[in-house]
């Protein structure tokens, strides 16, 4: 059974016999709050808001220490093979055939030994222009999925009021003692695209 994971909260990326995991896919899901359309409001309709996870690789200083590690819709493979982004979802909800809303994954065996911290993000596109806010979303996760079982390790639901906010660091597989844990952040942010996110870590 997966961890329902708290804000804060750590956990060892194991397996159920104890082992590392290695391969992993993460899922970060969303959905469109819908407000009252016509007739009176009987109807409701929601507004679109593209929502853009990407991932940030940072060394053990914390910092992004070359463009190449950072991994979003436009850059979607990290020279390693250690991450690999499956796509840009435009309209939020699910993704064709995926239950998650987009989807990153994970090889822990090739990540880069300068590398520390592994963290997801998600901004909204062009949130300043279109006037759009993490208030306009509801039911957002992050699952850990054992890639080889195909099974949740842990999901951390994003269940507090995030209105006016336009970036979130959503959760970070980190290195602790020569093993790779998992901590669930949702820390809420007022970046105005990945761009401005990442200047953060420069």
Known sequence: MAISLQKGQKI????????????????LGWQEVKKPGGL?????????VDIDASVLLLNDQGKVAN????????HKDHATGCVHHCG???????????????????????????ISRIVFVVTIYECVSRKQHFGMVEHAYIRIVDKGASETIASYNLTEDYGGKTSMIVGEIYRHNGAWKFNAIGQPGNDAGISDLVRRYM
């Open 88 to 114: 840009d979802n435009l309209v939020g909800g699910t993704m064709g055939g995926m239950e998650d809303s987009e989807q990153i994954l994970v090889d822990l065996t090739r990540v880069p030994q300068n």
């Open 12 to 27: 060892d990326l194991s397996k159920k016999d104890g082992s590392q995991l290695t391969n992993i896919m993460v899922g």
């Open 67 to 74: 463009k190449d590690d950072v991994i979003f819709f436009n």
């Open 40 to 48: 009176m409001g009987l109807f409701k309709q929601k507004s679109d």
